[in-house]
């Protein structure tokens, strides 16, 4: 399972850090990935990055987010600067987790951001 946290409400131009935990019998996470989403729009990424360690970032967001992971705590985390309104929205992470069943995909149960203006 996924446990998300960190949401909350900020000003534009603020800053919030989310974090995502794996719990449970963990041999490997693969790539980890933080998606958002805002009532009657499709679930979007925002940042994702390998096991390697290599990143992706929606245009949106780059320059302002920043993804990362410590494997050795299971966790990934999402830094988020200079928010704007428009990054309002449901944060989901998501990851490939490997236990002794094999792989599997998991969601985080999503935490709310919301940037006023």
């Known amino acids: 399972q996924l446990q998300a946290s960190g949401g909350g409400l900020v000003q534009e131009g603020g800053s919030l850090g989310l974090s995502c935990a794996a719990s449970?019998?963990?041999?490997?996470?693969?790539?980890v990935a933080w998606y958002r989403q805002t009532p009657g729009k499709q679930r979007e990424l925002v940042a994702a990055i390998t096991s390697g360690g290599s990143t992706n970032y929606a245009d949106s967001v780059k320059g302002r987010f920043t993804i990362s992971r410590d494997n050795a705590k299971s966790t990934m985390y999402l830094q988020m600067n200079n928010l704007k309104p428009e990054d309002t929205a449901v944060y989901y992470c998501?990851?490939?987790?490997?236990?002794?069943?094999?792989?599997?995909?998991?969601w985080g149960q999503g935490t709310q951001v919301t940037v006023s203006s």
């Open positions: 449970g019998s963990i041999r490997m996470i693969n790539a």
């Open positions: 998501n990851a490939d987790v490997l236990r002794a069943t094999g792989w599997s995909n998991y």
